[in-house]
């Protein structure tokens, strides 16, 4: 999944990938009659659909509420928190509604996690470069540290960078007052350049053409009697007046271009040169258009999306804010993890252990199944079950936004099959001086050559790559740049998490003794901030159930 | 055009339905023969097309400068400019920068023309309704007066609301400071509504289902060979490869559905519950999918589309700050236009006749066919040829934010071929506690008929409209609503206009003695502000050129 190049970074590993990999060990029915066990299975009596398409909410999230204590009985307790991502945070954050008593341990100089935000003055220190790909980084070492010298008001999100719609993470910059922004995730006006072209186009020429080809296709084969099998009269005409708007083709069938591929000349007081009559057939065909034209067809891709405004780290740091900075630890890393009969204990390197009456940890699964302690070996064995995956992301200052000035491109991104996969515009301070393009967000094999290189390396590399789409602007009036390899992240090591098999994901969807897991890497949004809000509401939810029970 | 309910409501007469009302009177090669003869068709020799399809600027406009006097002569003449919407205070603007001394007068107590923003503490007055569709207002009538009662914060652009990157309107925001933000032109998450559909549908689930079917019967055609008088074999196979992506339809064809339709109770912890299987091909191919999936199809709706932040307005407000409040003259009404020997008399109500060296008529032109003077027959006739268009908008503050609250749309439009056309979202202040959504935009006979009502029938039509889409809850919450009918808006009396045959537009072209014509119905961007500003670069370089010939 990760290498191969789909359009989805920030969930290389969603829904449909978590089956893949599980339905590769069990099955799918296995899989369903597991997660049925455990209620995460959907209910074969779910509400009928109803026709408008709304969503039902879920069985609604009722965060713990200090009344809860008093109305029935309990008190609250003390929770450690290990890891200070979205799933740590938001965990901490739920609980401290109701009064208990977390407290939060970063191993990292910062909160967040993966959810980071980079500005001028930041600095981003990798682990030595993989010795191969699947290995473990070497414990302690040091590789490169990236000062990044970005100026005022420029900012990179090298992590999760948009929201969709309807995912919960806007519920939480609603509640937080985290303001929002329209995130372009599909430009009509950006670029597509594929192996099969010989320069790239603008992705609504590649449209137009794709569209009104198969349109002719459809149209031409309808007429001959082609479909008459699978049509009926009625059909038919529907069809034919579908694909004429659709393909924006004349009564003879035949697409021969028009204003949808866009102009050479725009309309004005004159009525511009239209780009003219599109490539033959034979070639729109050969370009290799069907990933790039369906990248916001998904659930979670599609068109708007959204981002806080300022910059994406906005939501961890309300999120921080609400928990407080006092109960936030950072530089604190976790050496053991250990069930006691009347709490949990929490070492930590440098300083005495801490007790808790519960543990929420929240750190990627590929570093907990480090962690010595007495979490079992089932529980063992699932956290080390997950794959972490690799990703990188560039990000590219200029002193002059020629993407607007000179390509009109305001946001969206150029989708390319090479190796830097898509190239950014920023969706926020249109006709600003400054403003900062993601040179590259790719996955597995191509982030994993990029990531081994040194920052001046992949610089080097990603500026050729876009040079083959923008020419030699895309050279000029750079300011300052930063990458982020995932894999090399102190404390993170990934970008996100494949699950080869089922039984790993159902053990700790369970607490371990005291201990509970969050994580988005523990949902089907796995590699998405809600992935991580989701896991953090279920394992609160839990906890204070258990506490309310059990006093 | 205007009432066939096209979803282009900002340009419901671009340069395509130009050439359409031109082609009927004169054919096409007519018209550009004689377009030809005045410079304004494209050259037949134009540059060739560049392979990354970046539009080459036009012959660069080179505003007029206050050095051009010191090195060619002449100097800055007097210049009355008549009306301040987009054209006149763009003309007054670019002239102003080489020291022309520019008057505008304004008929309207305000400036902006149809760039119209309401907010709370506004009054619209109305024309008394037309006795028939068609008809000139009665002069000197005075309909109905809505006193806007939005709260803070609050406001409806009740003309143009939207800018697509390409449009010199953007130069404008760039040069004159005016921050944008997205305007989202099409949304997913929002609704499909057409006479063929028992309910609505989300955008998306409409989507999937065209795609999918349309990719399964192109690729039965395919595999049955029906196409293989059009296709090669490597034809066929990147064919099917697209139309499996494109579709999302598996090995066999058959498009089944799937996560891009949407799901009923979203991802999380559980892997959620997709909508379900698609209706049959027959019910989806009933529907009149064709309009309400392209509507952003066109050069002049792709997304994404940008508006200011605080309201369109703000255009025309940084303009008439860079022309000088002082030489802008509100309530002032023009009831003659003369040439004379050594200037233009322009006489105004109530006032003495102003006197300049050159006139900039930038009022609509059956506007301009009313007033007295002696432009000449063939000027009045162009003047009278254009027919003024209806088109209405409709404001509703709602005081909660249901539609992100309980629809999970932010933004975009919900696509219907009912009589209020599309129901907008607002694209900016995301889960503020009120917000604004405009319950109809429509145009032709739909906006005719609304138009005819007083505003409270026109709210009680519309509300029940959108009562079919949302139920109940259109109707709960509502603050505060205003409407406005463009054809009796006075000193406007129209949305935008129609030429019906070639001539006036060429005759107006070129100046009548000491007056100069301006506007987007001089332009192939008709209803769009972009016209308004190409219109006036036109008239202030032929204007300036003049001057700097004739001293």
């Excluded at 009525?271 to 729109?284: D, I, K």
């Excluded at 009347?342 to 940890?361: K, Q």
């Excluded at 989708?415 to 996955?443: A, C, K, Q």
């Excluded at 001046?456 to 602007?473: T, W």
Aim: charged fraction near 20%; hydrophobic fraction near 40%.
């Amino acid at each position: 999944m990760a290498n191969d190049g789909l359009p989805r970074p920030d969930n290389g590993l969603t829904r449909r990938s978590l089956l893949v990999g599980i339905g590769a060990a069990g099955g799918a029915g296995a899989m369903y009659a597991a997660m049925g066990v455990l209620g995460l299975a959907p209910s074969k009596d779910t509400a009928p659909v109803r026709a408008v398409g709304v969503t039902p909410p879920p069985a609604q999230y009722v965060p713990p509420q200090r009344s809860d204590f008093s109305l029935r009985g309990g008190t609250p307790a003390t929770v450690v928190v290990l890891g200070a991502g979205v799933a740590g945070l938001a965990s901490a954050y739920e609980l401290g509604k109701a009064g208990y008593d977390c407290t939060v341990l970063e191993a990292r100089d910062r909160v967040g996690g993966r959810s980071l935000t980079l500005r001028g003055g930041d600095a981003v220190t990798e682990l030595p470069a993989l010795a191969a790909a699947g290995t473990t980084p070497a414990p302690g070492g040091t590789g490169e540290t990236q000062r990044v010298s970005f100026g005022e008001g420029t900012y990179f999100n090298a992590g999760p960078a948009r929201i969709a719609q309807w995912m919960v993470t806007l519920d939480y910059c609603r509640e937080l007052g985290v303001p929002l922004e329209v995130f372009v995730n599909n430009n009509a006006s950006a670029y597509v350049l594929t192996a099969g072209m010989s320069a790239p186009v603008r992705a609504r020429t590649a449209r137009a053409d794709a569209y009104g080809y198969i349109s002719e296709l459809l149209a031409k084969a309808t007429d001959e009697g082609a479909l008459d099998a699978h049509l009926s009269h009625a059909d038919k005409e529907s069809l034919l007046d579908f694909l004429t708007q659709f393909g924006e083709i004349g009564p003879s069938r035949a697409y021969t271009g028009g204003e949808r591929r866009g102009y050479r000349v725009n309309p004005g007081v004159a009525p511009g040169t239209e780009l003219g009559a599109p490539p033959p057939l034979t070639e729109v065909l050969s370009q290799g258009l069907g990933r790039m034209l369906t990248m916001d067809a998904g659930y979670d891709q599609a068109m708007p999306m959204f981002q806080p405004v300022g910059g994406m780290d906005a939501i961890v740091s309300a999120l921080a804010r609400q928990v407080g900075a006092g109960r936030i630890r950072t530089g604190t890393r976790v050496t053991g993890i250990t069930n006691r009969p009347e709490g949990v204990e929490v070492a930590i390197e440098g300083g005495a252990p801490l007790r808790a009456d519960y543990c929420v940890a929240a750190l990627p699964p590929h570093l907990l199944a480090r962690i010595p302690g007495n979490l079992g070996a089932d529980v063992k064995a699932a956290l080390a079950a997950p794959v972490p995956l690799s990703a990188g992301k560039l990000g590219l200052e200029y002193g002059r936004r020629w993407w607007e000035l000179e390509d009109r491109v305001y946001g969206g991104a150029t989708e390319t099959d090479l190796d830097v996969g898509h190239i950014w515009y920023p969706s926020h301070g249109f006709h600003s001086e400054r403003g900062l393009v993601v040179g590259y967000y790719n996955m597995g094999q191509d982030a994993e050559s990029y990531n081994a290189l040194p920052h001046r390396e992949r610089l080097r590399r990603a500026l050729a790559q876009g040079h083959k789409v923008h020419g030699e602007k895309y050279g000029a009036d750079l300011l300052a740049s930063v990458s982020v390899a995932w894999r090399r992240q102190p404390h993170i090591e990934g970008a996100w998490v494949r699950w080869p098999s089922l039984g790993g994901f159902t053990v700790l969807q369970r607490p371990a003794g005291r201990v509970y897991f969050a994580g988005d890497w523990l949902t089907h949004l796995i590699a998405w901030q809600a992935g991580a809000f989701e896991s953090a509401r279920k394992v609160v939810t839990d906890l204070h159930h258990r506490v309310m029970k059990e006093g």
